[in-house]
């Protein structure tokens, strides 16, 4: 029987169950891809609030 593992989310390797990544390497990409992932989030969310601020003057 195989036992419970988890895979690095980088290269995919096999590493310990509730683990992210499996080497320093790649917990660096790791950390900027999830600092890349926020600041695409902030964005979207600034955006929105763009929009509805202008559709709220338009109401007005």
């Given amino acids: ?3 419970q593992h988890g895979h690095c989310q980088i290269c995919g390797k096999a ?3 509730g683990e992210v ?3 320093e390497k790649c917990r660096e990409e790791y950390e900027k891809f999830v600092k890349k992932r926020r600041m695409y989030i902030y964005i979207m969310y600034g955006a929105l609030l763009f929009l509805i ?3 709220v ?3 007005i």
């Fill in 1 to 3: 029987m195989i036992p």
């Fill in 15 to 17: 590493i310990k169950f």
């Fill in 21 to 23: 990544v499996c080497s």
């Fill in 53 to 55: 601020l202008m559709v």
């Fill in 57 to 59: 003057i338009q109401l």
